[in-house]
């Protein structure tokens, strides 16, 4: 009976529940707000995505009543179907499943005390914790501290480093700070192109401009390209370094000003993802502090929420949908009660020494997993450059172009890509020569001639146009520098040319996309992303 017990607790521990850290509880706060931003977005209408959303709902669910493995687990799998098999083209989408992947990996329930049980088994027994605790012994350091501290001795930089590093914080929490702040550091890298500073495709020029379109009732300014550039670059840089300094107050204020045109006019559910990280950066201190702001001007920030949301659709002229209202409440609400903060969490660690111990901090052996996140998105970012993917890779609204023709990015040279991943369709004949005669697929064909495809794309071509009508779908072009026939696109034995995986091999999941779908052989195309 005592073993079955022990076996229902570590199952308990190492499944079911999860760390009771203030920081993880703040994080699995905003994977919750996350999920909820996703579920608002038009793609996950399409068939078959109601099943993983419903997955996604679930696994956030059971992280927040409980916070352990099986939460990580049932969001894991919601999260890779549409990102395997449903063509989902989100950033978003990778870096929620990297941090589920490692949240499932490491995440297990912990001791209440200090100290650390003596077997897995008794991890969740709390009066056997208390009492090992209460007769003196003293337990081993946990992964991730510093020995030493609490116990009024050892070296005072290695103090603020275990603090800075966050010391007993579950290992999903650095990582997920990390691919964040990796995150925007690689959005300005890729945005470092001629065609995003070119005033008349610039996706910051675009932006703005459906930013003053969807707001007719309040013009926005003329703002000059060029300001508008590297408002853009430079706020994005300056998130990275105010969440690498932890300085939550600004980094919250200036995350808000951001990203609340991006969601209203491009991005409706990225911020909500990037706040996942933004929980991750905060200190203990820190998530208390905006606890105690949100209870003392929560009605405050609630109601400058709603001004805001009143103002938009002033400015609209229509009444807008209602989950986008609900987001600028949260934002503006969420800005405020950040600038209300008050006491030490509101202060980041001052002085160039505070920069040293956070490099220390980062780099040491015990913290690997800020470093995994650092690895992981430099290997997206440098995909699109050797012609594997584009999409998955942080390049969103950054213009960037990668094929022969058009490369376009001011730092990497065209010479490091290993392969032109596109299909070009020369010549693209519609229908029989009834229809042809009639003209009825002109634009389908023109449509075929004049994009580039992914090697996939050419079977949701087949997917979502072969019908009576449409058949024979002829088409005549080059791949990878092959040229190929296919008489008829609809015939079961159609040799489609074949999908290729990151390292040049058969892609192990056609469905996953890699490349965008609606990218034209003309270089020049407003905010391609």
Known sequence: MVRRERRLR????????????????????????????????????????????????????????????????????????????????????????????????????????????????????????????????????????????????????????????????????????????????????????????????????????????????????????????????????????????????????????????????????????????????????????????????????????????VVTTWSAGVWPIWHLLVKIVLLVGVAWVALRMEGPGARPARGVESWRVRGRALCRRRSPWSLAALGLMAVLASTPYLGTRVQHAGAMLSNLRIDAGCWNHLLVPERVRRVDPYVRIEVARVGGERYRALGLHERREASLMGGLWGDDALRAVRRNWCRPHTRPIRLEGTVRGERFVIEDLCAADAALPAARGAFGGRAWFPGHLRFQTTLSRECRQVCVH
């Open 10 to 309: 570590w199952l308990y521990a190492h499944v079911l529940a999860g760390p009771r850290h203030p920081v993880y509880r703040a994080v699995v706060v905003a994977w919750m707000l996350a999920i909820l931003a996703r579920a608002t977005l038009a793609q996950v209408s399409g068939p078959g995505w109601w099943s993983a959303q419903v997955l996604l709902f679930v696994g956030a669910a059971l992280l927040l009543r409980w916070g352990g493995r099986l939460g990580w687990l049932v969001s894991l799998v919601g999260l890779l179907v549409p990102l395997l098999f449903l063509r989902c083209w989100m950033t978003q989408t990778t870096l929620l499943t990297a941090i589920a992947a490692v949240g499932l990996l490491t995440t297990h329930a912990e001791c209440e005390s200090e100290s650390e049980c003596e077997s897995e088994s008794e991890c969740e027994s709390e009066p056997e914790c208390e009492s090992e605790s209460e007769s003196g012994s003293r337990p081993a350091p946990s992964e991730g501290t510093v020995e030493g501290e609490g116990q009024g001795q050892g070296d005072p930089d290695r103090a603020q480093e275990a603090a800075v590093a966050g010391a007993g914080v579950p290992p999903v929490v650095p990582f997920a700070g990390a691919l964040v702040i990796a995150t925007y550091v690689v959005a300005v890298f890729h945005k470092l192109n001629r065609d995003y500073f070119d005033p008349e495709i610039s996706c910051a020029v675009y932006g703005w401009q459906k930013l003053d379109r969807l707001t007719p009732l309040l013009p926005l300014p003329d703002i000059a390209p060029v300001v508008l550039h590297t408002a853009v670059l430079g706020a994005e840089l300056l998130l990275a370094v105010l969440l690498w300094r932890r300085s939550m107050r600004a980094a919250l204020v200036v995350g808000t000003l951001f990203h609340l045109p991006l969601t209203i006019a491009l991005a409706p559910a990225f911020v909500f993802t990037m706040g996942i990280g933004f929980a991750a950066r905060m200190r203990r201190e820190q998530v208390a502090a905006f606890r105690a702001s949100l209870r003392a001007h929560g009605r405050m920030a609630l109601l400058l929420g709603l001004l805001a949301a």
